[in-house]
């Protein structure tokens, strides 16, 4: 059963929000998974493991970074 939202609270920082850089990234660590994917089925399993760990750290990073930059720019445009 779906819920309805009636409305969300969006910081105006977001509008600042580099959204086609955070699809990129995104877009990369689905290739990443899919490598993943191939070392796994050809049996190298901690390797594929280790891809996954160090990409979602990776990500995990690069999306904050994103976010950090969308609150300067936002602070930068109050001045």
Known sequence: MSRKVK???VPEEFSFLDLS???R???RYMRDLESATML???GNKEAAEAL???RQM???RKIGKKVWEAKIR???SQK
């Open 7 to 9: 409305s969300v609270r």
């Open 52 to 54: 996954i760990k160090t």
């Open 21 to 23: 850089g955070m699809i």
């Open 25 to 27: 990234e995104c877009e």
């Open 58 to 60: 990776d990500l995990g």
């Open 74 to 76: 936002f602070n930068d």
């Open 40 to 42: 796994r089925g050809q």
